[in-house]
């Protein structure tokens, strides 16, 4: 298992009062890759919040095939690697088939699994087997016993740094929901849990295009709703999408949390999260009370 990797996944586990993966969406250009960089850790340094920085060098399961994608993975990764050594930043980004995890490997600290692809073995057990973190995200079809599963896959082959996000349930059409439930039954995973509270608020092919065609929609206005229920329940991380022009955002402009409301939202969720009980488990006793 490699070193670096144990050590920042000890750091992150324990990360008070939560760490943090943040960044746009997909990377857009090199320029507004290190902008969005030295902003977010700026904000994060001043809080005190350990930040892993995140973008997608390619979103293979977009709504449309005319949807911008990204650079692709060599001029990606390429760009990611700017980022970590311009800003000595650890990186998150996701893979899509198990013959990307070994070059993703070589530059990101944690590998990050889609949603949709949560329960593939091979592409579980290839960025296991690179030695970085694996950040699994839940299915959107899953209960949160499936990731114990998941998680169990990544350990099998070697490697104990994985960690499980919750980013919403769907139950119809066009909306997902945050169960916060969820966020404790997944600690039956045994390691760290991590909010998607961007992602959590799309509403998958729910907006019609001109000319026809859907995009993903979303409601924006309710991501500080979930991101301070899971501060207060006690997650271990929070992801969150930001951009600086969320409405000319090529990729999911609708649940990215715009740049300038960053410091104000999460000056918010340290507060509550510090007085929060939410890590401990609370021990009842139902032995007959007579007060």
């Known amino acids: ?11 992150l586990k324990t990360a008070e009062p939560f760490f943090l993966l943040a960044g746009p969406n997909v990377i857009e250009s090199e320029d507004h890759i290190l902008r969005m960089a030295k902003h977010i850790k700026a904000i994060t340094s001043k809080l005190g919040l350990q930040l892993v920085f995140k973008s997608s060098f390619d979103k293979a399961n977009r ?14 990764l390429k760009i990611l690697e700017k980022v970590k050594i311009a800003y000595d930043l650890p990186i ?8 990307q995890c070994e070059a993703v490997g070589r530059v990101a600290d944690i590998i ?11 592409l579980l057990v290839a960025a296991a087997k690179t030695g970085k973190i694996v950040n699994i995200k839940k299915g959107q079809f899953c209960a949160p016993s499936v990731m114990l599963n998941s998680a169990e896959k990544v350990r099998l082959a070697g490697n104990n740094n994985v960690m499980v996000c919750e980013r919403g349930t769907m139950f119809g059409y066009n909306d997902l929901i945050v169960d916060p439930r969820n966020f404790e039954w997944m600690r039956e995973a045994d390691c ?12 998958p092919a729910g907006r019609k295009l001109e000319g026809g065609g859907v995009a993903s929609g979303g409601l924006r206005e309710l991501i500080p709703c979930i991101a301070r ?9 929070i992801f969150m999408e930001v ?19 960053l410091e104000e939202l999460l000056e918010e969720l340290v507060v509550i999260a510090r007085v929060s009980k939410g890590k401990q488990q609370m021990k009842i006793d139902l032995t007959p009370f007579h007060p």
């Open 63 to 76: 709504t449309s095939s005319k949807s911008f994608r990204g650079p692709g993975l060599s001029e990606g």
């Open 229 to 237: 229920t899971a501060v207060a329940v006690g997650v271990d991380g």
């Open 192 to 203: 760290p849990v991590v909010a998607d509270v961007t992602h959590s608020l799309q509403q």
């Open 112 to 122: 990050q699994i889609p949603a949709f692809l949560c329960r593939q073995t091979d």
């Open 92 to 99: 998150v980004t996701d893979v899509h088939e198990a013959i």
């Open 1 to 11: 298992m490699d070193s670096s990797s144990t050590m920042l996944f000890n750091q």
């Open 243 to 261: 951009h600086d022009d969320p409405l000319n955002a090529p990729v999911d402009g609708p649940t990215q949390w715009p740049l300038r409301h």
